[in-house]
């Protein structure tokens, strides 16, 4: 019980966490002129957590969806989305580890917090964090997140999470019929200026 509600915890401060972040950087972005990014607009961007799942020797062997998010392998300007990817091997990425280089540290959580790290200052306007397989939480994960509402800064598209952890999961307070964990993250958003039962049912 007590490793259960650590992990709830555990993703409370992550989630606030990310909304801190989110915040801050909408606050850049209305606060000064911004330099021309890297990112293409309106492009969804795919930050992969990979680590032993590929053979990275082997590109040929590479799952179809990550083929497709990167240039080395699709020249296709017109894609729906680019993959971000970072390897755990080697610092100095070395072949066959030729991509940016992230620590193994806190599983798939240390290759977000690099992303958000390294590219605070110029983030794409949408971003998909996923496993090293998506379809296993997710039977259409690039096709979910293009049905996210634009006023929805976070959300999840995890139809596990979605079925069997819901909001309103675990005891609910009898005054509102609301769980604690709902109404916690709806006060959080209304802190920063955000319509909380919106952001928190986004489809």
Known sequence: ??????????????????????????LQLT???MKSSRWKKDRLVVIPAIYKEIDWLNHSKWPEWL?????????????????????????????????????????ES??????IYDFYHDLPDKMLFIHANPFQHTLHPFEAIQ????????????DLWIQNHPWTSQVRDPIDNQTLIYKCAKYLLSLFGYDGDSQLNPH
Request: charged share 20%.
């Open 1 to 26: 019980m007590l490793r259960i509600r650590n992990y709830k915890i555990y993703i409370l401060l992550i989630f606030i966490g990310i909304l801190l972040i989110l915040n801050l950087y909408k």
């Open 31 to 33: 606060s000064s002129v």
């Open 67 to 107: 083929r497709y998010g990167l240039d080395l392998f699709n020249k296709n300007q017109s894609r729906i989305y680019d993959v971000y990817l970072y390897q755990r091997f080697d610092p100095k990425s070395n072949p066959p580890f030729n991509w940016p280089y992230s620590i193994n540290v806190h599983e």
């Open 110 to 115: 240390g290759i977000y917090l690099k992303f």
């Open 147 to 158: 049905c996210i509402r634009d006023d929805v800064f976070y959300t999840s598209i995890n």
